[in-house]
C-alpha cells in the first residue's frame, strides 16, 4: 500500500488510496475499463466499481472492488474478468482482486462521463 493511512471497515478488506504516482497506474485503469457490467452499458472504472488499484515496485497489483449490487448475476465471475485484463498490462507481474460491499456502492460514485452515459446528466 502506498504511505496513506487505510481505512479498515469491519469485515471488508483494507480500502486505501490509489498510488496513482506508479507508472502503470493509467494502463491499469484503461485495463478496467475494458470491463463492462453486462447489465449496463458503462465501464466498471468509470461505474465507480473499483475501489483502490495498489500498484508494489515489482508490479503485484491489488485491486479492491464492488459490485452495483451483492446479488449481481455476474458476481463470481467479475473478479476474474478484471484480474484477467489487469494481468494482461505489460509489467503486471500479478493480480490479486479482493471483493467488498463495504462501502455499498452508489450512484454518486460514478464519473460524469457514466451519467452522461446512462442519462443522469
Known sequence: MNDATPER???APLIAPSTTDHPLHEPVVDACRSVFDPEIPVNIFDLGLIYTIDIGEEGDT???MTLTAPGCPVAGEMPGWVADAVAAVPGVKTVDVDMTFEPPWGMEMMSDEARLE????
Not at 446512462?118 to 446528466?121: A, I, P, V
Request: charged share 20%.
Open 118 to 121: 446512462l442519462g443522469f446528466m
Open 62 to 64: 491489488r485491486i479492491i
Open 9 to 11: 471497515l469491519e469485515g
